[in-house]
């Protein structure tokens, strides 16, 4: 196995704006977290610094009169027409070297594409990456350009088949929107429900348009929603999909903005089922791709992206060489004192548990009757 983090510190010194919510150093403080526990000095793991994307890249994917906002407001200048762009917005501010960090994020992602595609790595996390909402033409929902559009295309081109699966929050949109159409690639989003959060979409009944029909599946949660939900949405609906797709790549989005205390969300999940999700990612393709995503209190992010990095290394497996390394701190179902990765367990109950319950039986009982046919079928059929 051979594994890469990718990052670059220069991300870390962009500011959105002081009051915004997302934090670049969010990627910061899960690197220190590893350090910390010892998740970045194994053999097969490599710590790589990537480089800004070429320009000419982006030109390939966004629309000309957009680029060209993002390269004005590059320089922090705000021009009213900017808006229609979705430049300029609470969500989308416009500040100092805006598309300077797009090109990093950009970067990073590309970066673990082609480690994938030459051989030199076989799962790669770029926390950085995940923007998941923005268009060809315009910006929404904190990001700019959509780096897991950019990957999945790359990955495309070099002939791969490609499931992108994501576990935001948020449903991804902006993905849905690039490959709805398209037979040869899967889009996955298991998120909190259109109803009460952005983007409002993302409903069980958008499967997909035309040759991309029975490739888009959406498994939207009721708020409140806790682990016991989420591991029946993602077991018996995500896990069918992909594995009955057999991609040759793997793309997943892993925002943790589902962890109840998120202060954007609803959602009322542990860390665990993160973990959950991220154990089951293993082995749903030969090549992996894993990128961030949402996630909005620090100390949350740092403590599942690390817990997601030491999966995605088969640390967890690995007991008896790890628990001597950092005193089993990744094991079991609580925290383990200050350097604990696991939250402790937390669940819903009484009417909003009941309440989510009923939604997922719909919406399963929906998709098996649609586009998707490995969901009618029977468990082991």
Not at 116 to 145: I, K, M, Q, T
Request: hydrophobic share 40%; charged share 25%.
């Amino acid at each position: 196995m051979k594994t890469a983090f990718i990052h670059h510190p220069d991300l870390e010194r962009y500011d959105f704006a002081p009051d915004h919510p997302f934090k670049p150093s969010r990627t910061r403080v899960t690197i220190d977290t590893c350090r910390r526990l010892g998740l970045l000095d194994r053999p097969w793991m490599r710590l790589i610094e990537a480089a800004p994307c070429p320009a000419d890249l982006l030109r390939e994917h966004l629309e000309p009169a957009y680029l060209d906002a993002l390269i004005e407001a590059n320089e922090g200048r705000f021009e009213p027409e900017m808006l229609r762009f979705g430049l300029g917005t609470a969500d989308c501010p416009v500040f100092p070297g805006v598309l300077d960090f797009a090109r990093l994020v950009v970067g990073c992602t590309t970066l673990g594409c082609d480690l994938l595609l030459r051989g030199e790595a076989d799962r790669v996390f770029s926390p950085s990456g995940g923007f998941h909402h923005a268009g060809s033409g315009h910006a929404e929902g904190f990001c700019y350009v959509n780096d897991c559009v950019i990957a999945i295309r790359r990955l495309r081109a070099a002939g791969k088949r490609v499931a992108y699966v994501d576990i935001d929050a948020h449903h991804g949109n902006g993905v849905q929107q690039a490959f709805r159409r398209d037979g040869d690639v899967l889009t996955a989003s298991i998120h909190e429900t259109g109803r009460t959060l952005y983007p409002w979409g993302g409903f069980e009944t958008e499967i997909g348009e035309g040759p991309g029909r029975g490739t888009n599946l959406n498994v939207p949660l009721e708020p409140e929603s806790d682990d016991d939900i989420f591991y029946e949405a993602w077991d018996t609906l995500v896990v069918p999909v992909v594995r009955a797709f057999a991609p040759d790549v793997l793309v997943s989005q892993l925002g943790v903005d589902g962890i109840r205390g998120d202060p954007l969300t609803h959602l009322a999940m542990t860390n665990n089922g993160i973990a959950h999700a991220v154990t089951g990612m293993l082995g749903m393709a030969p090549l992996w791709l894993a990128l961030g995503g949402g996630g909005y209190a620090m100390h949350h992010v740092s403590r599942a992206w690390a817990l997601a990095w030491a999966i995605l290394n088969g640390i967890e497996q690995a007991e008896d060489e790890f628990l001597g390394a950092v005193g089993g701190v990744l094991l079991g179902d609580t925290g383990a004192g200050p350097g604990g990765l696991r939250d402790m367990r937390a669940y819903t109950h009484g009417a909003a548990k009941e309440r989510a319950r009923q939604s997922l039986r719909e919406v399963r009982a929906f998709l098996a009757e649609r586009d998707f046919p490995v969901l009618a079928s029977p468990p082991g059929k």
